[in-house]
């Protein structure tokens, strides 16, 4: 499908740009004008029509961010919502600092893409079901953190939207977060989807500060919902909205504990450090009754549990034939998975291994296997309340 679409760049995306050299400010002196073909958000996100800004003028501008390390990515196109004229399509685009946050090749997403018809919620504009999707589960202090954010987008929003696009408001009492999702309500009945925009670039600008996102969707039924993010999963957790919405906090949360179902008393290990996710230990951590649970940022599917499981099997054979240093590991459990806590158990007698060969073995293959996997929470070695008396009685 080939159309013009509408360019949203995130806010961290047009601060990059306008810091990387000359050309877009210059770009943006000669179009940022009222009624002109390109406009800028509250938030500081810029809109950039791309039927009436030419390819080689749009090149002129993004040329100064070719450096290493400088460069603008996403590449998910969306629609208008069903109720909404003229229909249009839009594409956020951000730095490729967050797409490797996202850790996956696809972009960070908004709505239902191009392809489908607009759902029945689409339509449901007095109570419009907005759901977020997190790359990983969150704590406490994210959830206060976001219940903030969007309390002070809906404050500035109020009264006008973006571009005089007209009033919206929150319309349910909080933000019910379940898993991965968070989920609110809008009444958008005199709004558009500028509007709506301006929200979605205001929670990846949240993603970016304080915890990754990977999608904003309006109106989206449950089945297309499951098929793009997964099914939600755990308790839901509903985080009221302040009594004041005008004085919703934004602030990123100070550094938080383990997150999700990680025991808050792990504390970092000692000599062992992965770049992907935190190695810790809990207080009866012993080497001859080796435990090591993996929390994961959701539910394992069932491939990805038979995956893990192999590799799993795979370190502890090498250990077995003397590849983790000594003569060799003894006896092991099945990996065992725990949907509750989205977790997987390791136990094993490590023998006469050498730990600083085994673990780093180990982290190094877990590295390897959520970089195309489930995100993993943390890799924790030991167990509360573990003893030699409880381990000789199982």
């Not at 002109?36 to 080689?56: S, T």
């Not at 977790?343 to 730990?355: Q, V, Y």
């Amino acid at each position: 499908m080939e159309f013009d679409y509408y360019r949203l760049l995130s806010r961290s995306a047009a601060e990059q740009l306008l810091q990387s050299g000359p050309e877009f400010r210059e770009f943006l002196d000669r179009f940022l004008a009222h009624g002109g073909p390109v406009r800028r958000f509250p938030n500081g996100a810029v809109e950039i029509d791309g039927a009436r800004v030419g390819g080689d003028e749009l090149g002129d501008a993004f040329r100064s961010c070719a450096a290493p390390g400088c460069g603008i990515d996403g590449a998910y196109v969306f629609q208008t919502l069903g109720p909404f004229t003229p229909k249009r399509y839009y594409c956020i685009q951000y730095p490729v600092a967050y797409q490797e946050k996202l850790r996956t090749e696809d972009s960070f997403m908004v709505g239902q893409g191009t392809i489908r018809p607009p759902a029945p919620g689409e339509f449901e504009l007095a109570h419009l079901e907005a759901t977020v999707a997190f790359r990983t589960r969150v704590s406490k202090a994210v959830r206060e953190a976001f219940v903030g954010a969007i309390s002070t987008w809906a404050r500035t929003a109020a009264e006008r939207g973006a571009f005089d696009d007209g009033p919206v408001s929150l319309a349910s009492p909080g933000i019910e977060f379940s898993g991965t999702r968070a989920r609110f309500l809008l009444d958008a009945s005199r709004s558009g989807q500028d509007t709506l925009n301006w929200l979605a670039l205001a929670i990846l600008d949240f993603g970016e500060d304080v915890h990754v996102v990977t999608g904003v969707f309006f109106g989206a039924s449950s089945e297309f919902l499951d098929a793009m993010i997964g099914p939600a999963r755990g308790e839901p957790v509903l985080v009221g909205f302040p009594r004041d919405r005008s004085h919703g906090d934004s602030k990123r949360p100070a550094p938080a504990g383990p997150v999700g179902y990680v025991p808050p008393g792990a504390a970092s290990y000692p000599g062992f450090e992965s770049r992907r996710f935190p190695v810790l230990a809990l207080p009866v951590d012993e080497w001859d009754s080796f435990v090591a649970t993996i929390y994961f940022g959701r539910t394992l599917g069932e491939e990805e549990q038979e995956q893990l499981a192999a590799l799993v099997d795979a370190w502890l054979l090498l250990g077995s034939y003397g590849g983790l240093g000594g003569v060799g590991t003894h006896s092991a459990d099945k990996v065992k998975f725990d949907g509750a806590t989205d977790s997987a158990l390791i136990r094993a007698d490590m023998g006469d291994s050498a730990p600083e060969i085994a673990l780093r073995v180990l982290i190094g293959a877990l590295e390897g296997y959520e970089s195309t996997g489930p995100p993993i929470d943390a890799l924790v070695l030991g167990r509360p309340g573990w003893t030699e008396t409880d381990d000789s009685a199982q």
